[in-house]
């Protein structure tokens, strides 16, 4: 058995750093290249293009990540693994192959694909036999949005990865796998860690979290000593060195910028924490109190101590629907007098949105430079403030009242108060709100199923 | 002695729907009993009245030397629905550790605070 596995983040979102997945592979040694490509409205995007070609409907990126590292994959045996598949898998897994053959490695790729998250098919099947999917935050039933429902996709653990690696998978295309079980499954394939190993699970889980989020846990979006960071133009994406008793190491090529310490580690473990006793995985339940992070170099922190329980029976859908309008648009304001010129203009439009009889479910003003971010935390501002912007926002279930909104702004650029700029965007996009609804299932419903093609 | 936040923790931030979390790490293991003792849920709802609409909820990690809030009803519905520039919560962190908090002379002197 290896007593090192090294698992390189290469992608913390879709619309990460393109550079970075081919960084992650030449810029050092590594076992395995994890992308993870998918939020939680990434599904409902894919949807709607599968919906127009029903050969689409997964990160279309991966195939310019794949063949930046296909010199790699073919010739030092590097396996990928990413929830690129989106609600597509088995035709994002076709074109992977497909551009490996048109790259001369015909044949010298494995590809596997795991399926089965999509419930969308299943979704009227399943309310019929009494699975309420009750939103998790509000309690209510689907069938108030069933109409609307957009996509429906269960999140998947490691098993199905591990199952592919296992039969030779050079590259794992999965669609709606947890972010974590990316970086999990290949630690359980190399180590043969067992199914109810609750605590080396949960060591996997929290490697993938360190991770998931790519540069975020090296200097990325660090705010302590942000000065300091080094050569972020350069930054490094974090590798996990993981070893079989469940411990690993966070640390990224030599060379590159950003940095790796205990308390950029730190920063990245709390991000997007719920209850730390009980980071609910499909594989296991892991308990983040019981992490000890030590720093061992440079640029290196030691990561072990974790303990982690059994899973529940349930499995978390991740669905999308159709939730009504909205549109966003600005204006600035220079000084004199910015943030009273802005404010007038707030209540000008407000005045002439109201005259119209339009009705929306929201409208929000925000004051960047001002309050945008902070409120009334932020204190009394400047009163010799260099500009403002007004940033105007409107929300509703009729796209005409959304839509007539857009062509009120422009206008208040001659007919409203003075000294206004920052209008050359033109009018405010109107945009279709897909909203996240978040559910439980039974695990039992939920069948995955693995395919290898070469 | 009145102690601003941002000198003595770090934070992050992020999204869960329409609540936001935010963690705040003590810069120093020594002043992490200080967090612990000053940002109950209660002094942290307080800050942040007129701008979240829900409660707040308090987990500690003394393992981290951080506290992990969640702040309830934080982000106009959250997600794609929010209308607000930071509708995934990305800087609830910073609004946090603009507040200012007092510990004892004594106390701040022994452990090497500066004063707000």
Redesign the interface.
């Known amino acids: 058995m290896k007593q090192v596995v090294r698992v390189a983040a290469g992608q913390g979102f879709w619309g990460d750093w393109l550079e970075a997945p081919r960084r992650q592979v030449e810029g050092g040694p590594v076992d395995y290249l994890m992308l993870d490509y998918l939020a939680?409205?990434t599904m409902s995007i894919l949807q709607k293009q599968k919906e127009r070609d029903p050969k689409m409907g997964y990160a279309r990126d991966f195939l310019g990540a794949i063949e930046s590292v296909l010199p790699a994959i073919v010739e030092r045996g590097v396996r990928v693994i990413a929830n690129a598949g989106g609600v597509n898998p088995v035709s994002c897994a076709q074109a992977v192959k497909e551009l490996a053959a048109a790259r001369g490695a015909a044949g010298k790729v494995k590809i596997g694909v795991v399926t089965g998250d999509d419930l969308l098919p299943r979704l009227d099947d399943l309310i019929a036999r009494g699975h309420a999917l009750a939103n998790m935050?509000t309690g209510e039933p689907l069938t108030a949005v069933r109409d609307r429902v957009l996509s429906a996709n269960a999140y998947i653990g490691s098993t199905p990865i591990v199952e592919a690696l296992s039969r030779g998978a050079q590259v794992v295309v999965t669609g709606r796998s947890t972010d974590t079980a990316l970086t999990m499954a290949p630690l359980r394939f190399e180590f043969g860690w067992a199914p109810d190993d609750w605590n080396k699970l949960a060591a996997g889980i929290v490697a993938g979290h360190i991770i998931e989020c790519g540069a975020q846990c090296s200097g990325g979006?660090c705010?302590?000593g942000w000065r300091d960071v080094p050569d972020l133009a350069n930054v490094g994406y974090p590798i996990v060195n993981a070893h079989p008793d469940g411990t690993f190491e966070i640390s990224k090529h030599p060379g590159t910028g950003g940095r790796i310490s205990v308390?950029t580690v730190?920063?990245?473990?709390?991000?997007?924490?719920?209850?730390?006793?009980a980071y609910i995985t499909p594989d296991v339940v892991a308990d983040?109190?019981?992490?000890?992070?030590e720093s061992v170099g440079p640029d290196r922190v030691r990561v072990f101590?974790i303990a982690g329980g059994a899973p529940t029976d349930k499995l978390k859908v991740s669905i999308a629907y159709r939730?009504g309008f909205?549109a966003?648009g600005t204006l600035v304001y220079a000084w004199p007098d910015a943030l009273e010129k802005a404010q007038a203009a707030d209540r000008v439009l407000r005045e002439r949105l109201d005259r119209l009889g339009l009705r929306f479910d929201?409208i929000?003003t925000?004051f960047?430079g001002v309050s945008?971010?902070?409120?009334?935390?932020a204190g009394r501002p400047n009163a010799d403030l260099p500009e403002v912007q007004l940033?105007f926002?409107?929300?509703g279930e009729s796209k005409a009242a959304v839509e007539r909104f857009t062509r009120e702004l422009a206008p208040l650029v001659l007919n409203g108060p003075p000294s206004v700029t920052g209008f050359a965007g033109g009018r405010p996009k109107v945009e279709e709100?897909?909203?996240?609804w978040?559910a439980l299932i039974d695990k039992t419903e939920v069948q995955t199923a693995v395919e290898v093609i070469a | 002695m009145k102690v601003r936040l941002v000198d003595i923790a770090h934070a992050r931030s992020g999204d869960k729907g329409d609540t936001a979390n935010v963690g705040v790490i003590a810069l120093k293991r020594e002043w992490y009993p200080i967090l612990v003792r000053e940002l109950s849920e209660r002094r942290v709802a307080d800050h942040f009245r007129g701008v979240i609409t829900g409660s707040v909820k308090r987990y500690e990690l003394p393992n981290l030397g951080a506290l992990n809030f969640l702040l309830h009803g934080a982000l106009d519905g959250g997600g794609t629905l929010s209308l607000k520039t930071d509708a995934q919560g990305k800087v609830f962190s910073t609004a946090l550790l603009r507040m200012v908090i007092d510990v004892p002379d004594a106390e701040a002197r022994s452990l090497g605070l500066a004063s707000a």
Do not use: C, S
């Open positions: 939680e409205v935050d979006n705010l302590i308390p730190t920063e990245q473990l709390v991000y997007e924490m719920g209850d730390p006793h983040f109190t019981t992490i000890q992070l101590g939730a909205k966003v929201k929000m925000e960047v945008a971010t902070h409120g009334p935390l940033r926002g409107v929300r709100i897909v909203a996240y978040p």
